[in-house]
């Protein structure tokens, strides 16, 4: 049974606790390289493109005859090895889309959870909800935490939703709610932090 450290909402550690079943899975790499390369891909715009030899300006008509000038051969100005020609072997817009099937998803996600509860970089809190967003307080309680400050990442569940605005001015911290978070986004974090509100919602889903 994979374990946690549990911390009080002032940040105070409290005793450890067993963490759920999906933070004690069974790795699967094949499934979370093929999960994170299919999201890397889907985020890729697709719209790079040059010109090809007949969208470049310029005339069809040969420069000067084939043969007696002593110059090279050469057939009309937009060719690709001619200055303002077109681009050879250029980009071209296309779909970059990847499907990956729901359970190849599940079995990626489970594996990134189950990776960092094993290193021991998931943190559980009993509560992360502020009565107002401030930076000042978040801080407070990350420091008596003990938490690196180095691209964490917090799990945030509903009733969190100060903990998002009081997070905006801190460079090394993410927030994602937990319906939102993906495989990237777990592999990505050296931290995990998690209320357990929002450990509750991550268990009690469909995920």
């Not at 043969?67 to 050879?88: D, I, Y």
């Not at 990956?100 to 970089?121: M, P, T, W, Y």
Request: glycine share 8%; charged share 25%.
């Amino acid at each position: 049974m994979a374990k946690a450290k549990l911390y009080a909402a002032s940040g105070e550690f409290k005793n450890e606790i067993d963490l759920p079943a999906v933070f004690d899975t069974e790795v699967n790499k094949v499934c979370i390289y093929l999960h994170i390369k299919a999201i890397l891909n889907n985020l890729r715009q697709g719209t790079a493109q040059t010109k090809t030899r007949s969208q470049v300006s310029g005339g069809t008509t040969k420069p000067w005859k084939q043969k007696g000038t002593g110059r090279a051969r050469a057939g009309q100005n937009t060719s690709a090895v001619w200055v303002r020609g077109n681009k050879a072997h250029g980009p071209k817009s296309h779909d970059y889309f990847e499907k990956v099937n729901k359970k190849v998803k599940r079995i990626a996600f489970h594996s990134a959870l189950s990776d960092k509860a094993q290193e021991g970089k998931v943190f559980v809190f009993e509560s992360l909800s502020f009565d107002a967003p401030k930076t000042k307080d978040f801080l407070s309680v990350v420091n008596k935490a003990g938490l690196e400050q180095r691209n964490a990442l917090f799990l945030v569940g509903a009733n969190d939703k100060n903990l998002r605005l009081s997070t905006e001015n801190v460079p090394w911290v993410r927030t994602a709610r937990v319906q939102d978070v993906n495989t990237y986004d777990l592999v990505r974090a050296n931290n995990i932090a998690i209320s357990q509100d929002a450990l509750g919602e991550l268990t009690g889903g469909s995920r």
